[in-house]
């Protein structure tokens, strides 16, 4: 979340960003609901001292007159602290649900923009795949060369399901230890997660793990949730606590499953591998201190384009506009794969990264204790290494040859132990 203080003396900027990101938050309500909880405090405070007065009052000698009176001014008192407390809850309630709405401010060059088609290409590194055959869609591919099952998937469980058979097995968790090994060269502390995590964690990361238009599965009558990304159990790790300065910055690569609803995604851009419930995902998160956050966000978009530039998958870099980032984002790169069977070849989103700055430290008070001795905010920044179901799309349609065959991206042949996938003989 934004600091109050902030809110209250940039009231306008805070508007406009709003309005920047299409969001339906509204500042002055979360100031005004500020002003009367502070209020309600206040009356509450002097309410209580009243009452204490009251109290030490009357264990002084008085007339039987007096006394009665400080009786019914203490049965008024507490009727009115009672009705106090459970304005001041319902106010802090009120105010906390609307304060959490208020979304991150945006990066000053972040493209003004309400949709994907908005955001602005700043790098390409590789040029579309040309083929001089008709090139398959990776669903084709998956289904000529046995390696992925979705009919299968769908009758066992449901829609947006899949296997992996055969290479893909093989082809997935070779992706998933080359980005291990590239992330452990740069200094990242290796980390398997819980796909599980508290309802409250979530809500600190910036999820929305509640109602329709919420992409999380929740467990029944746990308050847990399954997490979408490793960003979540990462960002989690140190909730609650005061980092030492010299610890910072703090590197993690976590792999986790990751389990996203994907309500209201349908069509051709969601076919196959590239919208599903469920994943494998190897994901970057680094606490550090507020004056670093800018140089580290470039330090993980260079390593996303390491992992992809040395696989051989064509791909462009995006500026995120401002109404394609999720409220905890400061700014965000974006990295689209050249995809040939994606509309007869368009760009996909592969990985993303995003600078957090310390909206979401705040929600989960992770704080470093500075020279000063003062504990302030840490910044928060995560991103994708390898999404593995959409790195798997981007490799077998570009990687196809006229034979039906898919050729292993030189990279990943000493992790696959085979340089080619063959159709199936039938």
Same mark, same amino acid.
């Given at each position: 979340?934004?600091?109050?203080?902030?809110?209250?003396?940039?009231?306008?900027?805070?508007? +406009?960003?709003?309005?920047?990101?299409?969001?339906?938050?509204?500042?002055?309500?979360?100031?005004? =609901?500020?002003?009367?909880?502070?209020?309600?405090?206040?009356?509450?405070?002097?309410?209580?001292?009243?009452?204490?007065?009251?109290?030490?009052?009357? *264990?002084?000698?008085?007339?039987?007159?007096?006394?009665?009176?400080?009786?019914?001014?203490?049965?008024?008192?507490?009727?009115?602290? /009672?009705?106090?407390?459970?304005? =001041?809850?319902?106010?802090?309630?009120?105010?906390?649900?609307?304060?959490?709405?208020?979304?991150?401010? /945006?990066? &000053?060059? /972040?493209?003004?923009?309400?949709?994907?088609?908005?955001?602005?290409?700043?790098?390409?590194?590789?040029?579309?795949?040309?083929?001089?055959?008709?090139?398959?869609?990776? #669903?084709?591919?998956?289904?000529?060369?046995?390696?992925?099952?979705?009919?299968?998937?769908?009758?066992?469980?449901?829609?947006?399901?899949?296997?992996? *058979?055969?290479?893909?097995?093989?082809?997935?968790?070779?992706?998933?230890? @080359?980005?291990?090994?590239?992330?452990?060269?740069?200094?990242?502390?290796?980390?398997?997660? &819980?796909?599980?995590? *508290?309802?409250?964690?979530?809500?600190?990361?910036?999820?929305?793990?509640?109602?329709?238009?919420?992409?999380?599965?929740?467990?029944?009558?746990?308050?847990?949730?399954?997490?979408?990304?490793?960003?979540?159990?990462?960002?989690?790790?140190?909730?609650?606590?005061?980092?030492?300065?010299? +610890?910072?910055?703090?590197?993690?690569?976590?792999?986790?499953? !990751?389990?996203?609803?994907?309500?209201?995604?349908? $069509?051709?851009?969601?076919?196959?591998?590239?919208?599903?419930?469920?994943?494998?995902? #190897?994901?970057?998160?680094?606490?550090?201190?507020?004056?670093?956050?800018?140089?580290?966000?470039?330090?993980?978009?260079?390593?996303?384009?390491?992992?992809?530039?040395?696989?051989? #998958?064509?791909?462009?870099?995006?500026?995120? !506009?401002?109404?394609?980032?999720?409220?905890?984002?400061?700014?965000?790169?974006?990295?689209?794969?050249?995809?040939?069977?994606?509309?007869?070849?368009?760009?996909?989103?592969?990985?993303?990264?995003?600078? !957090?700055?310390? @909206? +979401?430290?705040?929600?989960?008070?992770?704080?470093?204790?500075?020279?000063?001795?003062?504990?302030?905010? #840490?910044?928060?920044?995560?991103?994708?290494?390898?999404?593995?179901?959409?790195?798997?799309?981007?490799?077998?349609?570009?990687? +196809?040859?006229?034979? $039906?065959?898919?050729?292993?991206?030189?990279?990943?042949?000493?992790? !696959?132990?085979?340089?080619?996938?063959?159709?199936?003989?039938?």
């Amino acid at each position: 979340m934004l600091d109050i203080r902030f809110i209250k003396e940039n009231l306008e900027a805070v508007r +406009q960003n709003i309005r920047n990101r299409y969001m339906n938050a509204d500042a002055d309500l979360v100031v005004s =609901l500020y002003d009367r909880r502070n209020a309600l405090l206040r009356e509450l405070e002097d309410a209580r001292r009243l009452r204490n007065e009251n109290a030490q009052a009357m *264990k002084s000698p008085m007339s039987a007159e007096d006394r009665a009176a400080r009786i019914e001014e203490g049965k008024r008192l507490k009727e009115t602290i /009672a009705r106090l407390e459970t304005e =001041l809850q319902e106010a802090e309630a009120s105010f906390a649900v609307e304060m959490a709405k208020i979304p991150n401010m /945006a990066h &000053p060059d /972040a493209p003004r923009g309400k949709e994907d088609k908005d955001n602005l290409e700043v790098k390409r590194v590789g040029s579309p795949t040309q083929f001089d055959f008709p090139p398959k869609d990776h #669903v084709e591919l998956g289904q000529s060369l046995d390696i992925i099952d979705f009919d299968t998937a769908t009758r066992v469980s449901g829609t947006k399901f899949y296997y992996l *058979k055969n290479e893909a097995v093989i082809l997935e968790l070779a992706l998933v230890r @080359y980005a291990l090994d590239i992330l452990s060269r740069h200094g990242f502390t290796l980390m398997a997660t &819980p796909d599980i995590a *508290k309802t409250e964690i979530l809500e600190g990361i910036g999820f929305n793990p509640r109602g329709a238009e919420s992409n999380v599965y929740t467990l029944e009558g746990e308050d847990t949730c399954l997490i979408g990304t490793a960003e979540i159990t990462l960002g989690g790790y140190h909730s609650g606590t005061i980092l030492d300065k010299s +610890q910072l910055p703090i590197r993690y690569a976590g792999i986790s499953h !990751c389990f996203r609803r994907e309500a209201g995604a349908a $069509g051709q851009f969601s076919k196959g591998l590239y919208r599903v419930h469920q994943f494998t995902k #190897v994901e970057m998160f680094v606490y550090c201190l507020p004056e670093d956050s800018g140089r580290i966000h470039e330090e993980l978009r260079a390593i996303e384009e390491e992992i992809f530039s040395s696989l051989g #998958v064509p791909f462009r870099v995006v500026d995120t !506009c401002t109404g394609d980032l999720g409220a905890p984002a400061y700014r965000k790169w974006d990295l689209e794969a050249w995809m040939p069977g994606r509309n007869n070849g368009e760009w996909g989103e592969i990985t993303s990264t995003s600078n !957090c700055t310390d @909206y +979401q430290a705040r929600r989960l008070n992770v704080r470093y204790r500075d020279d000063d001795g003062k504990n302030r905010f #840490v910044h928060m920044l995560n991103g994708t290494a390898i999404a593995c179901s959409r790195a798997i799309i981007s490799i077998l349609e570009n990687f +196809q040859q006229a034979d $039906g065959s898919v050729r292993i991206p030189d990279a990943l042949v000493p992790y !696959c132990g085979f340089d080619v996938i063959r159709p199936r003989k039938k």
